[in-house]
């Protein structure tokens, strides 16, 4: 440890999205020692994104006091599809324009440094395993509620991204096959078309539209139902968002509990926007987890919101650098 | 490689059965020297069963002329609920009377070998990962479909058992939120209960009973509605069969991307009686797979039918004690 506390090596960890890059420097025991935020511009494209990354590392290690050389690696989480072992973009749909962009390689190259690319939604859940809400764990779901259902697993301290860097994409596990709701990816029946905040927001709409039963919704314009106001009226004691909220509570637990049925782990943890509906949303979720696995395992698993918050993607993406470089937290 | 070919060090592995005990000498490559059945009369009770594994034991290591000696541990895999940790039997359905036995200990005791104990699906999937149809794969599932559906995951390598023993039971995994059917374990919407062999009849009984339209099947005398005579009439041209067939394998298609979009593994196998269905009903699962996963995923994913049949349960338990004396295969 240094005089001031801080535990060299330090990692630079980059969480980019489709509006924002998130950047921080990141010591070797997780403490995230500064953090940036800039807005992306994603659809300048991908040259400019680089350039743009550069700009928000630069920012984040002159933040910290830290000189370029303190640097020892970089982790950069991203979305979209894309191809880990090659660093590549594929297809990613938030960053239009940026596909087969070979944006672990060139970044290196602008960098000068050791550059890791993961998932962003990975890159989340081992920030939580590190020094999050999963510090204790050996295995963890994230699942991150938002405008889709991002997800990582953590499966004996390491996360898996799968044989085609496919892994933990749970929001698009299959919890209805028959009349399966419309996803965002095109195909029907996925968690994220249940229980994201944009399909709770449809579900909604459908509900207001059914009928004419007094609603606190009803009185919301169209764009102001959102899964907030929502979340606002299930307190508010309104029966109409109560359902809302229970039944995507149901939904989420579905989901957790197939992978409890698949990966076995010991912890579920929620982040995200949605999280913000607090303690009686979380309870609802475990209880409906404990109706619907096995007796020893409702009793075993822990149910709990993610810690990190927004920060949680570039300090998981920072551990994943340090972790390539020298062995697992 | 000794004079005969074969390659000590010699590992015996158990398949323990509700019905049957299968045993047999694996040598060091994997190969099966010796292969023995005898009944399980499990309703004898665990004392009893003790002594019918040891007696099962013998009789394999006898068949291939080698001495007690030889045998450089015992691998045994177990249906039913288990706490692998203390290599107990928790309340194992097949098992009836066998609740909150210590097999692994008292096994090891009558026998004086090291024994490890492993659920049955999982020893399967590891079987196969060693000698059989995923000899070439990374990752891969195994669903063994037969009254249930029994299912083992490999994650690089290594079975995936779980923080509570209880990783791949994907029979379990939720595949139907909302008016799911019954499962045997007495949650609903589980995929055992859409397309074990079980749930085949199941379904079919159901249609038959739902109209009058002609079918093979409604010439059949109940107890002669199975899952292999379904499978008939749909070689035959029967409509009501090949939509039943159809759906069969849909079902097992919306597991299998469940799984992909979990550990996104390089291959997935089919094995159990019910894979006497053959090749179309292999090529239907396929084609569903590939309707309902990303396009890369689809072009990637390997579906093929399982390889070692019933020897994939003690070959893979004889792995796993390989695995756990000298390291993975």
Request: hydrophobic share 40%; aromatic share 6%.
């Amino acid at each position: 440890m240094s005089s001031d506390g801080r535990r060299p090596p330090y990692f630079l960890g980059i969480d980019l999205g489709g509006t924002n890059i998130k950047c921080g420097v990141v010591d070797d025991s997780g403490t995230a020692l500064t953090s940036i935020r800039i807005a992306t511009e994603a659809d300048r494209g991908p040259e400019f994104g680089i350039e743009r990354l550069a700009e928000a590392a630069h920012m984040a290690v002159d933040a910290g006091n830290l000189g370029w050389d303190d640097v020892a690696a970089v982790g950069l989480g991203s979305p979209g599809t894309m191809d880990l072992s090659r660093g590549m973009l594929l297809e990613p749909s938030n960053l239009p324009g940026w596909d087969h962009f070979p944006l672990r390689d060139r970044l290196a190259e602008r960098l000068g440094k050791r550059t890791f690319l993961q998932n962003d939604a990975n890159a989340a859940a081992l920030g939580e395993h590190w020094v999050g809400a999963g510090r204790q764990s050996t295995s963890l779901i994230l699942f991150t509620l938002g405008t889709g259902i991002g997800c990582g697993i953590i499966h004996e301290g390491r996360i898996v991204d799968g044989r085609h860097s496919h892994g933990g994409e749970c929001g698009h596990m299959i919890i209805q096959a028959d009349d399966g709701r419309l996803c965002s990816c095109g195909r029907t029946g996925h968690l994220e078309a249940y229980a994201s905040a944009t399909s709770l927001v449809k579900r909604a709409a459908e509900a207001l539209a059914e009928d004419d039963a007094p609603s606190l919704l009803r009185e919301l314009a169209p764009e102001d139902l959102t899964s907030q106001a929502i979340d606002r009226a299930w307190r508010e004691g309104d029966a109409l968002a109560s359902t809302l909220m229970r039944e995507t509570a149901r939904y989420l637990a579905v989901g957790a509990v197939s992978v409890m049925h698949t990966i076995d782990p010991d912890l579920i943890l929620f982040g995200g926007g949605m999280i913000g509906s607090g303690r009686p949303f979380l309870d609802e979720i475990r209880s409906q987890i404990h109706s619907m696995t096995f007796a020893m395992l409702a009793r075993a698993i822990r149910v709990e919101f993610a810690a990190l918050g927004g920060d949680a993607g570039f300090i998981g993406a920072a551990g994943y650098a340090r972790g390539a470089l020298v062995g697992p937290h």
